[in-house]
């Protein structure tokens, strides 16, 4: 039995082969992992190490491409509607819950649903650091929110775009600190830091630790909370916005997707190859060095979770779209 | 003296027979991809970003930023020849370079560009080392609306400096502004004039217009005319830049690298933009405007110089600061914070080897660019031995194959068919084509920065001329327009009624 395994495993490849040749060869080059942010943001910084260890575990490289724009949008629609061939994935995040809901909130046309897309796994979960110039007179966040108190839509804060998952988090810390503070949207985490330094608005959030890091280090930033449920190792002092009084907690799910319609074999041989590179000591150490945390889900249990943060997600989309 | 002893710090360790290798490496694969069409710099950066990861950190960024460098020398070398460009930042090279082939001096045009190329890109990293931390402050200070102005400003730049009249220079900035709305809106997600096509959601493809606009167009401007074959035929003796040739460069080159190097510092497209200004710039100095256009190498020289030494400034921002302010640097941050070098205001003080290393390096390279990139005219030179009606096909071949191949799409083919025969019909009218590609390389960038302007100040215009830097670049764009004019105006009543000229400076432009 031992023995002929292989020899089974073999001729149903034959076989498989002659009747469905691009699904035995998958891949036979290389995938596009297509990032939909700008480059140098957070999500690409996730996306870059991930892509670095696919050749070992999928017998062919990744390469990523970055399409930014519309918080997201562009990109998850492009690999939405890419052929359903494997060879196109999406390096998600909870934009992708979001958008389709908001268009169908707002009644327009949508850019792509979440029935388009099949999970392959998630990678990690990245959570947001709030900042001002390190030259600004706000020490803490409660400076900040007592100041915008008194003075409201006189101050500015900075997203990755309207209807980012950025936007709707600041929406959220809005409410919870009963501020009204203008909205500056942006294309992504590198523009807002450059915002951030260069003083064009007055509050922003960045990415922990990736692009927060270096300007903490270089006392460039002030960090007055985090959005993670707990304090950071590496930031012991710095508050959750729990802490602090308000009950917002909102963090980035990285996860890879690939359109509706790919053949099983497919996603099977994906999945497989995700749960292979997020296991691969070189990734790991890649990931310990960034400071990102891994934290893997397979598909099926990432299906679970995303019905779920869907259902979630749209109960607060309708609050704040028609508030 | 510091300085002196991290430089010799930074060649240390850029002379190890490793990084050696590896900035050779950068720099051929970056000669290729700026010669070939259709693939850029980031895309080859992109491509190799995972061959770094087994690298030391320095190597890794010496390979990365010899391609990014590398691709300013190649991008010439299609534009001169077949007046296709490169890259994007090679488009204004086209204009005399073209040209000059087509007088049989496309061996000046390419060694110009090539020493152009050298002289600015050693300027440039003399000036990345020693004004770095300055001028990366200077970079903080454009927010939206200084980016905004400055765009205005080069738009104007541009009309100003097209080889036809400015009104029609202006319709086709205007054209190319148009057609880059088409898309999904980067501010809002919303999707503009895409008319439900889900291809153009991303946008008319830029690549697949400037293809067609310069490429397509071209040649069916050349069957037409296939009758008189009139065969550019080389000769070896031409191949290198006389002493006249020389004497009408420096000061472009001069000037290309100083401009090249302040523009790259600025966030976006700025390698783009600083080939029109430079090209500006000197027919605008010139003793004969008119010229330009018909084959000056002054007009090489230039913007050659200027991309080369935006490659410079653009490490700035991405090197002091660890903001990448165009999308290549943003590729090579990556490569050093997956080995936990995290660039920032620190850098220098954390990792010298990382920073003094690829200051070196870039010495180092530039310096084998020139060794690999002045034999290579003798080769690509004879492209043009190649009879046209070999030769024509097989452009369209790469032209088609090259808009392809980025994006697997159809619909890009056919925005590449549409736009050759719109190019050849605005050339047959008079009209340069060049604007609408740069407006509409410029135009989303334009756009985010208006908005985010008016955001900054609840929808006040006013910010736009409240803040010092922007009003200053729109006072440049409202003058020069002024200056146009008031020529225009000169023209209109000196010829019919020989007087009543107001008393302006007679600097007016010679064309209209």
């Known amino acids: 039995m031992k023995l002929r395994t292989p020899i089974v495993v073999g001729v149903i490849a034959a076989l498989t082969s002659i009747l469905v040749p691009e699904a035995r060869a998958f891949p036979t080059k290389p995938i596009t992992l297509v990032v939909p942010f700008p480059p140098g943001g957070g999500t690409d910084t996730v996306g870059r190490p991930l892509a670095s260890v696919a050749h070992q575990h999928l017998g062919q490289p990744m390469v990523v491409i970055n399409k930014g724009g519309g918080g997201g949008a562009v990109g998850a629609q492009y690999v939405a509607n890419a052929k359903p061939d494997g060879y196109t994935v999406l390096h998600a995040i909870n934009t992708v819950t979001e958008i389709p809901q908001v268009d169908e909130l707002l009644g327009r046309a949508p850019a792509f649903k979440k029935e388009q897309f099949i999970p392959i796994g998630q990678v990690a979960v990245t959570p947001f650091a709030i900042i001002v110039n390190a030259e600004s007179r706000w020490k803490t966040l409660q400076e900040f929110v007592a100041e915008a108190r008194q003075k409201p839509d006189e101050f500015q804060y900075a997203s990755a775009g309207v209807y980012s998952t950025t936007h709707f988090m600041w929406e959220l810390i809005l409410r919870a600190t009963a501020t009204r503070v203008r909205h500056m949207p942006t294309t992504g985490g590198g523009p807002i830091m450059m915002a951030v330094l260069g003083k064009h608005v007055d509050i922003a959030h960045c990415v922990m630790p990736a692009v927060c890091a270096p300007q903490v280090e270089a006392r460039k930033i002030r960090l007055l909370a985090v959005t993670s449920d707990k304090r950071l190792p590496a930031y012991p002092d710095v508050p959750t916005l729990k802490e602090l009084g308000y009950d917002v907690t909102h963090s980035i799910w990285h996860a890879l997707m690939v359109p509706a319609g790919t053949p099983p074999e497919v996603v099977a041989k994906l999945r497989q190859g995700l749960r292979g590179m997020v296991e691969d000591e070189a990734f790991k150490a890649l990931m310990a060095k960034l400071g990102e945390r891994i934290q893997y889900m397979s598909g099926e249990s990432f299906e679970k979770f995303w019905d779920e943060d869907y259902r979630k997600m749209g109960i607060l989309l309708r609050q704040l779209i028609k508030k | ?512």
């Not at chain 2, 927010?143 to 102005?149: A, K, L, R």
């Not at chain 2, 697949?208 to 008189?228: S, Y």
């Not at chain 2, 936990?340 to 003094?356: A, R």
């Open chain 2, 1 to 512: 003296m510091d300085t002196v002893q991290s430089l010799l710090y930074g060649f240390s360790v850029g002379l190890t027979p490793t990084n050696l290798l590896y900035c050779a490496l950068g720099v051929f694969l970056g000669t290729i991809v700026g010669v070939l069409p259709g693939i850029g710099p980031l895309g080859g950066i992109t491509l190799l970003l995972p061959t770094t990861f087994g690298m030391e950190p320095v190597s890794a960024i010496i390979m990365l930023a010899g391609i990014y460098y590398g691709a300013m020398y190649g991008g010439s070398t299609t534009s001169v020849l077949v007046n296709i460009p490169g890259e994007a930042a090679s488009v204004v090279t086209c204009f005399d370079g073209y040209q000059m082939a087509r007088k049989g001096r496309a061996g000046p045009a390419l060694s110009i560009a090539a020493c152009g190329s050298f002289i600015a890109g050693t300027l440039s990293v003399l000036g990345l080392m020693l004004l770095a931390p300055l001028l990366a402050r200077v970079a903080l200070k454009f927010g939206p609306p200084e980016q905004f102005s400055l765009m205005v400003l080069g738009l104007i730049i541009l009309a100003y400096m097209g080889t036809g009249s400015v009104l029609k220079a202006m319709m086709m900035i205007v054209l190319g502004l148009s057609l880059a709305m088409v898309g999904i809106d980067h501010l809002s997600g919303f999707a503009r004039f895409t008319h439900g096509r889900v291809e153009l959601g991303d946008g008319i493809s830029f690549l697949a217009v400037a293809m067609g606009l310069f490429g397509v167009a071209e040649i069916l401007l050349n069957v037409e005319k296939t009758v008189v074959a009139e065969v550019i035929k080389p000769k070896l003796s031409t191949l290198l830049p006389t002493r006249e040739d020389w004497k009408r460069s420096l000061g472009p080159i001069f000037r290309g690298s100083g401009v090249g190097f302040l523009i790259g510092i600025l966030p976006g497209a700025s390698h783009i933009i600083s080939t029109f200004v430079s090209y500006g710039m000197e027919k605008r100095l010139s003793k004969h405007p008119e010229e330009f256009g018909t084959g000056r190498i002054e007009g090489v020289a230039g913007p050659e110089s200027a991309n080369n030494a935006a490659t410079g400034g653009a490490m700035i921002p991405f090197l002091a600061l660890g903001i990448p302010s165009a999308p290549a640097t943003a590729t090579m941050m990556v490569a050093l914070l997956i080995h936990g070098v995290k660039p920032g205001p620190l850098l220098m003080e954390q990792h010298p080897e990382v920073f003094w290393g690829l200051i070196a390096s870039m010495y180092i390279g530039n310096v084998m660019l020139l060794i690999l990139n002045l034999p290579l005219v003798g080769l690509f030179i004879n492209l043009l031995r190649v009879p046209r009606h070999f030769l024509y096909p097989g452009i369209l071949l790469i032209c088609f194959v090259g808009v392809y191949s980025v994006n697997l799409s159809g619909t890009d083919l056919w925005i590449m068919a549409i736009a050759g025969v719109a190019g050849y019909l605005l050339r047959k009218a008079a009209f340069d084509p060049a604007p609408i590609v740069l407006a509409m390389v410029l135009g989303p960038m334009m756009e985010q920065a208006l908005r985010q302007g008016l955001m900054m100040s609840k929808g006040e215009f006013g910010i736009f001329l409240s803040r010092p830097i922007s009003a200053v670049m729109l006072a440049g764009a409202v003058l020069l327009l002024a200056v146009h004019l008031v020529g225009v105006l000169r023209g209109a009543w000196t010829q019919p009624r020989t007087k009543r000229a107001e008393g302006l400076p007679a600097e007016g432009p010679t064309s209209t």
